[in-house]
C-alpha cells in the first residue's frame, strides 16, 4: 500500500478510525475494538462522527464499567470532501457504519480510494457495492486501496459458509448446488437492526437503477459447475432434516457470493497479495485448489409455518410499498407495524440482544464422483450439511466479524490483494479469518454426509 500523505507536519496517525460509531451497531463496534486495543497490530483507534457529544457518551457506553481509555474523538460530515480527506490521512484503515450506504457512503469511499487507505464497511446493499466497484475499482488498484464492504453477518458467514462446505466434497466429489438456510433465534422477542429495514426498502426502490447498472458492464466469468442448474422448486419448504420451514430469502449474500466465484473464476489461484513470500503463494494457491463452485442461494427459515408467513408479510409489505415515495415513508415511519414487530425505531435492548442467536445451514447437493457427471448422470447422489452458528447477528456477530477482518488487514496486509473494490471471501478466504471466528464465538461444524436417497 503507498503511504499516507499527512495532511499536516505532526498530525497523529492511527491504525484505525470507526465512522459512524455512535450509531445502533457503531457502538457495539466500539465496544469490540476495545477488547483488542493496546495489542498488536491494534496501538491506536479514533472514533470519528458528526456529533463529539455523542461519540463521548458511546466510548463511556463501550468503556463501562472501567473508566474510557484516552481515544481521540474525530469529527467529519460526509458532505465535506475536505474534512473526509483530512480523516482518510490520517488512518491506515477506515471502518465505516454510517448506513444506509446508498445515501452516505460514496464519499467515504471516495477519499478512501484518493489517499490510498483501506477501508471495510458493513454493508449489506448490492447496488452500493456494485456502484463502488464500477467507478472506483480501477482507481483503488491503483493507489493500492483495499475497499472491502459486506465484512459482517452481511456476508461473510455466507462466504466463509460456502466454501467451508464446498471444502468437505473431497477427491472426485463435486458440489453441486448448496442452499443456506437462516434461522434466527431467541429466548426473549426478536428486534432486528433498524438500518438494515431501512436498507431493505431503499434496495426496492432502487432495483431498477442496479439493473441497469449490470446492463451498462461487462458480463462477468461464470464458474463451471458440474451437473445441472438447480430446480426451481416450492415457495415454501419444509427441510425435514433441520427441521425448518423456509422461504427465500432476497439478501445480499447470494450476490456477494457470486462475485467472489465470478473473481475466483477468473483467478484460479485467486488474487496476489501485495508483497506475499514464496511460501504464502503456496499456501493461497493450495486453499483455493479445494474450494469448488456450487450454485448457491439463501434461505429464511422457522420452526413453524406461521413463522415462514409472517416472513412472507414482511417480504410483501416492502416489495410493494417500497416502490413509491409515499409507500417508503409508511414503511419507514411505521417499522414495527409493516415488520410485524421485527424491527422498531429504538432498536433492541441489551437484553434482547445477548438472547439471540443464529444458525446458518448449509445443505449441499452434489456427486460422489465428478465422472458421474461426464457419463450423463445428472441427479446428485450425495449430501454434506455443515452449520456456521453465533451470537446475535446486527450487534454482537457484525462487531466481531468487522474487527477480526480489520485486524487481518493491519497484521497481514502483505498476504492481501494490492488495492480494488472486492467481496469479502477473495480476499480474505484464504486468510486465517475462520480460525479467529471460531476461536470469538462463531463455531463452524460438519453436521452429515451421506448418499442422497433416488
Not at 463455531?443 to 448418499?451: E, T
Request: charged share 20%; glycine share 10%; with cysteine.
Amino acid at each position: 500500500m503507498e503511504e499516507n500523505q499527512d495532511p499536516k507536519p505532526n498530525t497523529p496517525h492511527y491504525d484505525l478510525i470507526i465512522l459512524g460509531a455512535s450509531g445502533f451497531t457503531g457502538k457495539y463496534v466500539v465496544k469490540e475494538a476495545l477488547r483488542f486495543l493496546s495489542h498488536p497490530p491494534l496501538r491506536t483507534i479514533a472514533l470519528a462522527g458528526r456529533n463529539p457529544t455523542k461519540l463521548t457518551h458511546t466510548l463511556q457506553w463501550a468503556s463501562h464499567p472501567n473508566s474510557p481509555p484516552p481515544i481521540p474523538i474525530l469529527t467529519f460530515d460526509t458532505s465535506d470532501p475536505r474534512s473526509l480527506l483530512s480523516l482518510c490521512a490520517q488512518t491506515s484503515l477506515v471502518l465505516n457504519c454510517v448506513g444506509p450506504f446508498r445515501l452516505y457512503g460514496e464519499p467515504v469511499v471516495a477519499a478512501c480510494v484518493e489517499t490510498g487507505c483501506d477501508y471495510l464497511d458493513i454493508c449489506g446493499e448490492p447496488e452500493f457495492m456494485e456502484r463502488m466497484e464500477a467507478k472506483y475499482g480501477e482507481k483503488a488498484a491503483e493507489t493500492g486501496s483495499l475497499i472491502v464492504s459486506a465484512c459482517g453477518f452481511d456476508s461473510v458467514p455466507a462466504e466463509l459458509g460456502l466454501m467451508f462446505n464446498s471444502r468437505q466434497w473431497v477427491t472426485r466429489a463435486v458440489p453441486n448446488r448448496v442452499e443456506a438456510y437462516l434461522s434466527l433465534e431467541s429466548e426473549r422477542r426478536m428486534v432486528g437492526n433498524l438500518g438494515t429495514f431501512e436498507s431493505a426498502v431503499l434496495g426496492v426502490a432502487n432495483a431498477d437503477s442496479l439493473q441497469a447498472l449490470r446492463r451498462s458492464r461487462p458480463r462477468r466469468a461464470r464458474p463451471a459447475v458440474p451437473g445441472p442448474a438447480p430446480p426451481k422448486g416450492p415457495l415454501i419448504e419444509h427441510q425435514k432434516k433441520i427441521g425448518l420451514w423456509a422461504v427465500k430469502l432476497p439478501s445480499a449474500d447470494s450476490i456477494v457470493v457470486r462475485r467472489t466465484l465470478a473473481t475466483l473464476t477468473e483467478n484460479p489461484h485467486g488474487l496476489p497479495g501485495v508483497n506475499e513470500g514464496v511460501e504464502q503463494i503456496e499456501k493461497r494457491k493450495a486453499f483455493w485448489s479445494t474450494v469448488k463452485p456450487a450454485h448457491f442461494g439463501v434461505k429464511i427459515g422457522s420452526k413453524s409455518l406461521l413463522g415462514v408467513f409472517r416472513f412472507i408479510t414482511v417480504g410483501m409489505f416492502i416489495g410493494l410499498l417500497g416502490k413509491t415515495g409515499f409507500g417508503r415513508w409508511l414503511l419507514l415511519t411505521f417499522p414495527s407495524f409493516f415488520s410485524v414487530g421485527w424491527f422498531r425505531k429504538k432498536g433492541p435492548s441489551e437484553d434482547e440482544v445477548r438472547s439471540a442467536s443464529f444458525k446458518m445451514w448449509f445443505v449441499g447437493h452434489g456427486f460422489s464422483n465428478s465422472s458421474l457427471v461426464s457419463q450423463g448422470n445428472m441427479k446428485p447422489d450425495m449430501e454434506i450439511i455443515t452449520r456456521v452458528m453465533g451470537p446475535e447477528i446486527g450487534y454482537l456477530t457484525t462487531p466481531i466479524i468487522l474487527l477480526q477482518c480489520a485486524l487481518i488487514v493491519l497484521s497481514q496486509r502483505h498476504n492481501l490483494p494490492k488495492g480494488g473494490v472486492l467481496p469479502p471471501g477473495i480476499v480474505f478466504g484464504p486468510t486465517d479469518l475462520q480460525e479467529r471466528l471460531q476461536e470469538n464465538g462463531i463455531s463452524f461444524d460438519v453436521i452429515s454426509k451421506g448418499a442422497l436417497s433416488s
